[in-house]
């Protein structure tokens, strides 16, 4: 049995620090000593928010992920990664940034629950938090991602759309040329109008209903995911 909680960085900065600790130990298993998602910096900010897999008692952490909200002059991790290569990007996000935009970002988990699905949950509980119609949201029209190979066609399900006009075909050699990642965007965090309609009805229960016990189905069977989405002080 899992948990999923969220809460603002500066809020817990124990268990942010925590999720810097496992993601860095997850990129050492691939052989990356740094990406720019892993830049700690984000533990002071409040406007990054933080989702951690945990087991039911809270001692045992199992993955994450991250949403930084952009603020002016503050560049997305995003754009401090592939900006050198294709400054489109900061343009582009410049723009969004009018309808309010944000990034999802140090997504990760332990070899202990890889395979088990969590990591497409815990996008799921990302994605509900976005968004500006329902209450205790973060207030994010537009939401981008840098991923891994392995993960695109996981939120891609969600409603994200690759951005060909970027780099290769929306494709950097980054954060090492043997491990490409591919820039999305999700364009209609509210409506999800491109998510497949299953992942929608999911994101959107998890909007409405932020607290709640699920029965989840994953590739090695079926897990309970305890999910506690609601932001203190939002």
Sequence with gaps: ???IRVFRATQDKESSVLFAEGQD????DF???KVTSSDRSWIDDPEVYVFLVESKDGKEIFGGSRIHKKVAGAPLPVENAIGFMDPKIHEMVGKDELLGTGELCGLW???QARGTGVSQV???????KAGVTVANLIGINILWVLCAPYTVKMVERAGFKQITELGENGI???PKEDLPATVLRLADADGLTEAEEANKSEILDLRNTPQQSKLESGPKGEMIIDYELIIRDI
């Design 25 to 28: 130990n997850v990129l050492k």
């Design 109 to 111: 988990n332990t070899r």
């Design 31 to 33: 052989g990356i000593e």
């Design 172 to 174: 950097f050699p980054y």
């Design 1 to 3: 049995m899992y948990r």
């Design 122 to 128: 815990l996008t799921k509980a990302s994605i509900a």
